[in-house]
């Protein structure tokens, strides 16, 4: 009873952590079995893992700190160690999700030691410094002060300034879906961290634990987020395939010209002029919106799109009008299911992707930068697929000539800057070039 009568906080605590675990588990393998792919990011376990280990030292700490006439010094000391080690290793561990959800964990072997070095020093003093701890008597609970807690409040407060570091200058990697987790983690640790140190009997550091791992679930990882991801994609994937049937195809060319504009953006992003440019919303949203480029084809007899020969005069001007008639459909129907830049994408895609760098595309006749990024994007990716897959009317051709072709067509009918960007990666090119069966 002493116990609850210390401990209820951080009790409550940990209830509360152990009903978010059981949702992120059982949520996660329901979408395992529905997605095909794990529901559970690893970091944000293991983050989950420590959370809850932090809190339950903290509670166990929190009363027999104040039962010193019940409890051995020694192992007040040493269960005060657990709580300063899980804690140290909690803030470790949420600087690396943030840099995960970022920039993405350093493959450098040196960067990744620098990284963990704070805590590890951290660490090592604490252990050094844990016999001068002293237990304090406050006017309400008694509470632990000593150099101890000093350096665990200096780890949190180096992985703080080390985050924002990262966050700032990386912040065009950062999903605007992830911001709101992000930010509202990042301000929970600092608030609390500042109570804790202004009133230190007030020993309300869990609530920095359960609050960050609350926030992070439910704006970033909540396995519910992740379904409705998965049913988007599904749905535009299953909508332009059923399009693309109307052209003799079975999806192939869908899925092949999306993967050569996000290797196209991915390389474009290495360009100085549009790393601003290409942020990771609009990485989001090309995946999202190159498999609408054709949806426009829905309004073309099937007559013209399975033709085996020449289109005519007539019938070419009748083709020609798939882009405008794919930006009505994005504009009247999807426009009003999903946010206005994934909507005003998707309607650039459709509407644009024909356009030419010089001018002489169509349906507007627009040229150079007056074209979306995006359409520029998807043109060299339409056209390179459109040249290497067989298609009713002509067998595919050899992949030499389709380089070759791209490479004419720079300057002319392509963005310079994005033709380089195609072949920085041949290799990559290829892997694609060779899925679904293409050969």
Request: charged share 20%; aromatic share 12%.
């Amino acid at each position: 009873m002493m116990i609850l009568q210390w401990s209820k906080t951080q009790i409550m605590a940990l209830l509360l952590l152990i009903y978010v675990g059981l949702l992120y588990i059982k949520e996660g393998n329901r979408l395992n079995k529905i997605a095909h792919k794990s529901g559970c990011n690893w970091v944000y376990s293991m983050l989950y893992i420590v959370s809850e280990v932090a809190v339950l030292f903290d509670g166990i700490t929190a009363a027999t700190v104040n039962l010193t006439d019940k409890v051995p010094r020694v192992v007040n000391l040493l269960l005060h160690l657990g709580m300063f080690l899980s804690y140290e290793m909690f803030v470790a561990v949420l600087f690396w999700y943030w840099i995960y959800v970022t920039v993405g964990i350093p493959e450098n072997k040196l960067t990744k030691a620098l990284y963990l070095l704070p805590s590890t020093l951290a660490m090592c003093l604490t252990v050094l410094f844990l016999p001068g701890l002293e237990f304090i008597e406050g006017n309400f609970t008694c509470y632990s002060m000593g150099t101890s807690v000093y350096i665990c409040f200096g780890t949190v407060a180096v992985y703080i300034i080390l985050a924002a570091a990262i966050i700032i200058t990386k912040k065009d990697y950062i999903p605007e879906s992830n911001r709101k987790g992000l930010t509202t983690s990042y301000i929970f640790i600092i608030l609390i961290l500042a109570i804790q140190i202004i009133f230190p009997e007030a020993l309300v550091s869990c609530f920095a634990v359960v609050m960050c791992t609350l926030s992070i679930y439910l704006n970033m990882e909540n396995p519910s987020l992740h379904e409705l991801e998965h049913y988007h994609y599904e749905m535009v994937m299953g909508f332009a395939t059923l399009v693309e049937n109307k052209d003799d195809n079975t999806g192939g060319h869908i899925r092949r010209s999306s993967a050569y504009a996000e290797l196209i953006a991915e390389n474009l992003r290495k360009n100085k002029k549009y790393r601003n440019m290409i942020t990771e919303d609009f990485m989001i949203n090309l995946n999202q919106s190159a498999p609408m480029h054709d949806i426009g084809k829905i309004g073309i007899p099937d007559n013209i799109l399975q033709k085996p020969g020449k289109l005519t005069d007539e019938e070419y001007r009748k083709m020609k009008e798939h882009p405008c008639i794919g930006g009505r459909i994005i504009k009247n129907t999807f426009g009003h299911l999903y946010d206005g830049e994934y909507e005003n994408m998707a309607y650039q895609v459709a509407m644009y992707h024909h356009e030419k760098w010089n001018g002489k595309g169509y349906p507007e006749g627009r040229s150079g930068e007056n074209i979306p990024l995006c359409a520029r994007i998807m043109a060299v990716a339409d056209v390179f697929d459109a040249v290497s897959a067989k298609r009713c009317y002509r067998d595919a051709l050899p992949l030499e000539e389709c380089y070759n072709i791209i490479m004419k067509g720079r300057g002319e009918d392509f963005d310079p800057d994005i033709v380089d960007a195609f072949f920085m990666d041949k290799e990559k090119v290829e892997e694609i070039y060779c899925s679904e069966n293409h050969i």
